[in-house]
């Protein structure tokens, strides 16, 4: 689930848009890795026929996701295919539609030669049919006044608009299948250009929440400045783990106990928790002797290594008290990817003053104002 969300809001940061807070993509996202996880290891080979397309079509989202798809890899142990990723693309492709569809429905006037009751006639048709908003129905003699009071995208029209320079588009009252098709093509048009003017304005973190005040306020609640600690020195990977959890067990957040279930954990399971380089995310289960969720950080003299195969060796290590609160792992996934900004950790390693570290993670709105 780390994994996953990580993955997410790697691109999701890219583009401006909060993919790690979609719930729904990350179940049914999450669900689909799990089945190809399962085919690879009962030797089965994924096929898309349309790969070619989807790529094609969503060529931005491919070399997202094939610049960010080694944390997904490297949690599934091989490297996923062509035909893999066009899947993974579906799935935030729809994601992404999902979150614009408000910006992105067309916005229609409909027209009509005189009669209101046919123009009503064809809205009614119009909302059973499509997803669009309709912002006036009018007849064609009073088109003018009308699209001087509308920001519109789209006129859909009963009769022949001679001269009318805006988009518009003939139908029938009773809606035929041609007209069907034909508005079908249009709308998507629409929403495509429109989805490509809000995504050529957004630039990162004028969308994203990922360093809004509310969370910065609760980071600052969970990450005390005592639990700092910078340039501390350790022979190995189990003292520097000791290191960086000190802080939360004098606060009594954690017990002894937790300390030698992380210590377990990496001996069991290896060092998954090393999630990019040089950073590790120090933690064991919520049964394992959490008292609290707290987070410490410990920037090491030395880098140690774990037994991770590309993020090795490890200069920072974070620790925090696992629990089982949705906004406490919320909390933890926006902690790294601030710390997975780029240069982030080269802006860090600069600051040798507690204060003036602490205030650049906390702080986020302030980072351009503050000089190591």
Same mark, same amino acid.
């Given at each position: 689930?780390?994994?996953?969300?990580?993955?997410?809001?790697?691109?999701?940061?890219?583009?401006?848009?909060?993919?790690?807070?979609?719930?729904?993509?990350?179940?049914?996202?999450?669900?689909?890795?799990?089945?190809?996880?399962?085919?690879?290891?009962?030797?089965?080979?994924?096929?898309?026929?349309?790969?070619?397309?989807?790529?094609?079509?969503?060529?931005?989202?491919?070399?997202?996701?094939?610049?960010?798809?080694?944390?997904?890899?490297?949690?599934?142990?091989?490297?996923?295919?062509?035909?893999?990723?066009?899947?993974?693309?579906?799935?935030?492709?729809?994601?992404?539609?999902?979150?614009?569809?408000?910006?992105?429905?067309?916005?229609?006037?409909?027209?009509?030669?005189?009669?209101?009751?046919?123009?009503?006639?064809?809205?009614?048709?119009?909302?059973?049919?499509?997803?669009?908003? +309709? &912002?006036?129905?009018? =007849?064609?003699?009073?088109?003018?006044?009308?699209?001087? *009071?509308?920001?519109?995208? #789209?006129? @859909? %029209?009963?009769?022949?608009?001679?001269?009318?320079?805006?988009?518009?588009?003939?139908?029938?009252?009773?809606?035929?299948?041609?007209?069907?098709?034909?508005?079908?093509?249009?709308?998507?048009?629409?929403?495509?250009?429109?989805?490509?003017?809000?995504?050529?304005?957004?630039?990162?973190?004028?969308?994203?929440?990922?360093?809004?005040?509310?969370?910065?306020?609760?980071?600052?609640?969970?990450?005390?400045?005592?639990? +700092? &600690?910078?340039?501390? =020195?350790?022979?190995?990977?189990?003292?520097?783990?000791? *290191?960086?959890?000190?802080? #939360?067990? @004098? %606060?009594?957040?954690?017990?002894?106990?937790?300390?030698?279930?992380?210590?377990?954990?990496?001996?069991?399971?290896?060092?998954?928790?090393?999630?990019?380089?040089?950073?590790?995310?120090?933690?064991?289960?919520?049964?394992?002797?959490?008292?609290?969720?707290?987070?410490?950080?410990?920037?090491?003299?030395?880098?140690?290594?774990?037994?991770?195969?590309?993020?090795?060796?490890?200069?920072?290590?974070?620790?925090?008290?696992?629990?089982?609160?949705?906004?406490?792992?919320?909390?933890?996934?926006?902690?790294?990817?601030?710390?997975?900004?780029?240069?982030?950790?080269?802006?860090?390693?600069?600051?040798?003053?507690?204060?003036?570290?602490?205030?650049?993670?906390?702080?986020?709105?302030?980072?351009?104002?503050?000089?190591?």
């Amino acid at each position: 689930h780390i994994v996953l969300i990580n993955f997410l809001d790697r691109i999701g940061r890219e583009l401006g848009i909060p993919l790690s807070d979609d719930s729904q993509l990350i179940v049914q996202l999450s669900n689909h890795l799990k089945d190809m996880k399962k085919a690879f290891h009962n030797g089965i080979v994924l096929q898309n026929e349309f790969r070619a397309k989807i790529i094609d079509e969503y060529h931005s989202y491919y070399q997202l996701i094939r610049k960010n798809c080694f944390l997904l890899e490297d949690h599934f142990g091989y490297r996923f295919s062509d035909d893999e990723i066009a899947y993974i693309i579906l799935y935030i492709a729809v994601s992404i539609e999902r979150y614009f569809e408000d910006e992105t429905i067309p916005k229609a006037i409909v027209v009509c030669h005189s009669g209101i009751g046919t123009a009503n006639f064809l809205v009614e048709q119009l909302k059973a049919n499509f997803n669009l908003r +309709i &912002l006036a129905s009018t =007849s064609s003699h009073k088109l003018a006044d009308t699209l001087k *009071l509308h920001d519109y995208d #789209l006129i @859909i %029209s009963t009769v022949i608009l001679p001269g009318t320079t805006g988009n518009w588009i003939k139908v029938s009252p009773m809606l035929e299948d041609n007209d069907i098709v034909g508005l079908q093509r249009a709308l998507l048009d629409i929403k495509r250009e429109k989805k490509k003017k809000i995504l050529s304005k957004m630039q990162y973190g004028e969308r994203s929440d990922l360093l809004s005040s509310n969370n910065m306020k609760r980071l600052e609640q969970v990450l005390p400045e005592d639990n +700092i &600690l910078l340039d501390v =020195s350790c022979p190995d990977w189990r003292e520097g783990v000791r *290191l960086a959890a000190a802080p #939360l067990l @004098i %606060s009594e957040s954690i017990t002894e106990q937790y300390i030698q279930a992380i210590e377990e954990s990496v001996i069991a399971n290896g060092a998954y928790f090393v999630f990019c380089p040089g950073v590790a995310l120090a933690h064991a289960g919520p049964g394992d002797g959490v008292r609290r969720f707290e987070i410490s950080v410990a920037r090491l003299r030395t880098p140690v290594c774990f037994g991770h195969k590309t993020n090795d060796p490890v200069r920072y290590i974070i620790c925090f008290g696992s629990t089982n609160n949705p906004e406490d792992a919320n909390l933890i996934l926006k902690l790294m990817n601030i710390i997975s900004i780029e240069g982030m950790l080269e802006q860090l390693d600069t600051f040798h003053d507690r204060t003036l570290f602490y205030r650049y993670i906390i702080k986020g709105d302030e980072r351009k104002e503050v000089q190591p």
